[in-house]
């Protein structure tokens, strides 16, 4: 009997207690992960070589291998991942952590998943984008029976087409994913492709969006469009680490979506390429500049780009109120509103009242406001010149001629050569508006005619 058929038995035919413990005993150990820092390329241990992807606060989860079958083991369970310093949401995941951790392998490696689940209530695991037999497809109630809670599957397929996937469960999906289940998953090449370039730096991350209420620690999870937290990874700016590149790397960045909504990914310095989806490798043919790729729903891009620009480049989606943190929508516009005083008589009654300032919101950037416990302010994160005034999908491209090959660590804040920086114009006084438009008597010229209309007009 091999190990899979033994497990189908056992779970049907043998006493809980006793499968636990037998089942546990042939299952890898799972590994887990109680960081939210960026670690270091997991560089494989066995297999087939390859060049492997960093994923932003996030982590690549070991493997066993198991007589030249590579055999991962997911834990789903409910953990607490810190979005930003001080911000902390209850969540669900896989091994410690939202997003799950990066499975990497390689074309042609026989894979074998073990899923736990340790929910309170049932799941499955859907391998997004992959070619594999129906019945591994971890569609609950079309494919597989779902995982029970304290139940562990296991999932076996040969990963036959290289590129970029991800996991996500396929039962109760809105809650799940609203909860911040998900993975992302890389095949690389097992030898050159004609449409796949080696890269130096390789990184991924998963687009996500939570509604936590001010205050509160668990996101909403039957929001359908209002999501207030926008994230990478499940870290919204200041909390996001930043890509650290050497100048004249080729990089590629890989960003999936499984929010409800679409997201412009816009990098500042550099034109890209969009060289993947999770369909695979773009035909040459088909690729063309871009400095902003649209990723919907349900789907994967891979950017790739030789950054040759030194400096701290944005890397941000580009709807302005993704890169915001959870504010509230009623806020009315007050752009050339005069309301000195009023804010203060309110505040009277209502200690933690603020309108939108008279001249736009930047303020708030700024502003210590009274905020409530584990939230985040809606504009924040310090830059070398002052707030940055953002809060979500947020972070920077970060390129410097003397980072080491190999070396992700933060190099800090570009230091731009002497005047390269935009800056005042000492003693330029701003000149009155003026109109170019001839002046002219206009008292005795009507040129509209109001008429209110008549009854007999109204049809
Ligand atoms: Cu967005």
Redesign the pocket.
């Known amino acids: 009997m091999n190990r899979r058929n033994f497990f189908a038995g056992a779970a049907t035919a043998v006493a809980a207690t006793t499968v636990s413990r037998v089942a546990m005993a042939a299952l890898p150990e799972p590994v887990m992960q109680s960081s939210t820092a960026t670690a270091p390329p997991l560089a494989p241990p066995n297999g087939r070589p390859y060049n492997p992807v960093v994923t932003l606060n996030g982590w690549t989860l070991p493997w066993r291998m198991n007589a030249g079958v590579k055999e991962f083991h997911l834990v789903a369970e409910p953990v607490v991942r810190e979005m930003a310093p001080g911000f902390k949401v209850n969540m669900w995941g896989y091994n410690g952590q939202s997003p799950g951790p990066t499975i990497e392998v390689v074309e042609g490696d026989r894979v074998r998943i073990y899923v736990t689940n340790k929910l309170p209530e049932h799941t499955t695991v859907h391998w997004h984008g992959q070619r594999l037999p129906n019945g591994m497809d971890g569609v609950g109630g079309i494919t597989q029976p779902h995982i029970p809670p304290g139940k562990t599957f296991v999932y076996e397929f040969t990963a036959r087409r290289p590129g970029t996937f991800m996991y996500h469960p396929h039962a109760d999906e809105m809650v799940q994913m609203a909860m911040g289940m998900m993975g992302f998953w890389v095949t690389h090449p097992k030898e050159s492709h004609p449409l796949i370039e080696p890269v130096q730096r390789d990184f991924c991350f998963l687009?996500g969006s939570f509604d936590v209420e001010p205050g509160s620690a668990t996101p909403k999870v039957n929001t359908m469009t209002d999501f207030n937290i926008?994230s990478f990874n499940s870290r919204v700016f200041p909390g996001i680490d930043t890509l650290n590149v050497r100048r004249g790397d080729r990089v590629r960045i890989r960003v999936g979506n499984l929010t409800m909504?679409?997201?412009?990914i816009h990098i500042h310095g550099h034109e890209f390429e969009v060289t993947g989806t999770d369909g695979g490798p773009v035909p040459r043919t088909a690729r063309w500049p871009e400095v902003s790729v649209d990723v919907a729903v349900g789907q994967m891009r891979q950017m790739e780009f030789i950054a040759d620009e030194e400096g701290d480049w944005s890397l941000h989606?580009?709807?302005a109120h993704?890169t915001m943190g959870p504010m509230g929508h009623e806020v009315p516009t007050m752009i050339g509103v005069d309301h000195k005083g009023v804010a203060e008589k309110i505040r009277k009654l209502v200690p933690d009242y603020m309108v939108m300032g008279d001249k736009g919101m930047a303020d708030m950037g700024g502003m210590e406001m009274p905020i409530p416990d584990n939230t985040m302010p809606m504009m924040t994160g310090a830059g070398p010149f002052g707030s940055a005034e953002m809060g979500g999908?947020f972070t920077l491209l970060k390129v410097r001629r003397d980072q080491k090959p190999g070396d992700y660590k933060d190099p800090g804040w570009f230091k731009h050569p002497a005047g390269t920086v935009a800056r005042e114009v000492p003693g330029a006084a701003v000149p009155p508006t003026t109109r170019n438009a001839p002046s002219q008597d206009n008292s005795n010229n009507t040129d509209a005619t109001v008429r209110k209309p008549s009854g007999a007009h109204n049809h």
């Open positions: 687009l926008w909504t679409n997201h412009p989606c580009h709807k993704h999908m």
